[in-house]
T-cell receptor
Framework: DAKTTQPTSMDCAEGRAANLPCNHS???????VYWYRQIHSQGPQYIIH???NNETNEMASLIITEDRKSSTLILPHATLRDTAVYYC???????????FGAGTTVTVRA | EPEVTQTPSHQVTQMGQEVILRCVPI?????FYWYRQILGQKVEFLVS????????KSEIFDDQFSVERPDGSNFTLKIRSTKLEDSAMYFC?????????????FGPGTRLTVL
């Protein structure tokens, strides 16, 4: 029942920007886009979230298309420690659980 | 930076035994969650808890599971009679307030192994 579609895997070069796409064509007006990542078997780590405006924090930028049907997470300068599974999740304001899909396995190569 | 903590990091138990997994959420957070992840599979929602009661639970969270906030700091998950298929990583998460304006922060997890 995942509401998002992400590539299964992607590689990127250390020091370069990593652009992770996510499709959420059925997103509703009250749903936010959340990004988490999971390094090996550690607990999911929050990265960023947004509703319709682009967002930036110390970890990443989130670009949401105007129609809100897709988004891109940008890691500006990928490092080896950014190797992880990245999850794009849409969640309504009044729904308290997060529904994880399979995510994108990102491998940063030196 | 405040973080969610979980103990133990690894729990090994015999099938049929009771286990209690413990979590200390971030101190000013009001919403608490348990998730699990069977090896090689997705992270799955188990239960959410707010104002001393369950807000929502998944189909996985059957009568063998219970949650409790016994004091002002701990949040526990009890499995009454463990099965082999309960072997998984169990993650606790907490959130401060209204969904959309903040988000869930996860602990490092407890690896439960049922023999």
């Amino acid at each position: 029942d995942a509401k998002t579609t992400q590539p299964t895997s992607m590689d990127c070069a250390e020091g370069r920007a990593a652009n992770l796409p996510c499709n959420h064509s059925t997103i509703s007006g009250n749903e936010y886009v959340y990004w988490y990542r999971q390094i090996h078997s550690q607990g999911p780590q929050y990265i960023i979230h947004g509703l319709k405006n682009n967002e930036t924090n110390e970890m990443a930028s989130l670009i949401i298309t105007e129609d809100r049907k897709s988004s891109t997470l940008i890691l500006p300068h990928a490092t080896l420690r950014d190797t992880a599974v990245y999850y794009c999740i849409v969640s309504p304001i009044d729904d308290y659980k997060l529904s994880f899909g399979a995510g994108t396995t990102v491998t940063v190569r030196a | 930076e405040p973080e969610v903590t979980q103990t133990p990091s690894h729990q090994v138990t015999q099938m049929g035994q009771e286990v209690i997994l413990r979590c200390v959420p971030i101190s000013n957070h009001l919403y608490f969650y348990w998730y699990r992840q069977i090896l090689g599979q997705k992270v799955e929602f188990l239960v959410s808890f707010y104002n001393n009661e369950i807000s929502e639970k998944s189909e996985i969270f059957d009568d063998q599971f219970s949650v409790e906030r016994p004091d002002g700091s701990n949040f526990t998950l009890k499995i009454r009679s463990t099965k082999l298929e309960d072997s998984a990583m169990y993650f606790c998460a907490s959130r401060r307030g209204l969904a959309g304006t903040d988000t869930q922060y996860f602990g490092p997890g407890t690896r439960l192994t049922v023999l």
